[in-house]
């Protein structure tokens, strides 16, 4: 028989029940990703991946919210490196993963938080959750955004959500393809449980390798789009007084004061 396995981190709940591993972020009150839940992240994804048993991930968010995004002091000069490494490796677990990743969202699902989620394979969200990519207002971008957002609503949508960083309910994330399906508060864990219904009764043989060639192409794309995103993130863009004021505003709680340069 197959062991369960059931760990509180410090910045995760996991819980594995084979077929399904569930993680849950943990960092309350709004589950920030910062450094140590990314490098919990990481490990835990990795150490999934290694068990034959399991077939399914799901990823959802404790408490109020499923994730407001990346922790913005990690947005410093001295510190963007290490931050966009360590969470770019996190995505590109959950893309490059042989089991199929399902995303629960409620309420806040913004930034990093939102990138974490459009990369699982379904996505299920409440009517009423927030969706965005905010980052534009710090005068900074999101890379996991800019680079495969467009394939799940369009090159115009990708581009207004990211340029304009306006929020949307989940009902209207789910009209676009953000997510696929968007239900009440209520029947969100449901609705996740019938599609894990679902996808127990099949092959997890079958679902890796129909993953494998459902991704071929993209995965291609995806990895030289990001690995741009990130040079043009680190080599251009935090070097703008725009991008550091645009961090200091936030973090000191002011306007910021673009000096368009």
């Not at 009902?171 to 676009?176: N, S």
């Not at 991008?243 to 936030?250: D, I, K």
Request: charged fraction near 25%; charge should be negative; include cysteine.
């Amino acid at each position: 028989m197959s062991a369960s396995v059931e760990s509180n981190l410090a910045r995760l709940f996991v819980d594995i029940h084979p077929p399904v591993a569930r993680i849950a972020l943990h960092h309350a009150p709004l589950n920030v990703i910062d450094i140590s839940m990314m490098e919990e992240l990481a490990q835990t994804l990795a150490e999934i991946e290694l068990r034959a048993d399991v077939s399914t991930l799901v990823l959802s968010g404790e408490g109020k919210a499923f994730s407001v995004g990346v922790d913005v002091a990690a947005h410093t000069p001295d510190r963007v490196q290490e931050m966009l490494a360590k969470f770019h490796a996190v995505i590109r677990a959950l893309v490059a993963t042989k089991k199929v990743t399902v995303a629960a969202v409620h309420r806040h699902c913004l930034g990093g938080g939102a990138e974490l989620a459009m990369v699982c394979d379904v996505v299920y969200t409440t009517h009423s959750a927030q969706w965005g990519f905010p980052e534009i207002k710090l005068g900074c971008y999101p890379p996991v955004a800019c680079t495969g957002l467009a394939a799940l609503v369009g090159q115009k949508r990708a581009s207004e959500l990211i340029l304009t960083g306006r929020s949307i309910s989940g009902k209207e994330a789910a009209e676009i393809g953000l997510a696929n399906h968007a239900v009440s508060t209520e029947k969100l864990a449901a609705a996740v449980d019938e599609c894990l219904g679902h996808l127990r009764k099949l092959s997890p043989a079958a679902l890796a390798l129909t993953k494998k060639a459902l991704y071929a192409w993209d995965s291609m794309h995806f990895d030289k789009g990001l690995a741009r995103a990130e040079k043009i993130y680190l080599e251009d863009l935090m070097i703008t007084a725009d991008a550091q004021e645009g961090v200091r505003a936030f973090m000191e709680k002011r306007e910021p004061q673009w000096r368009e340069k």
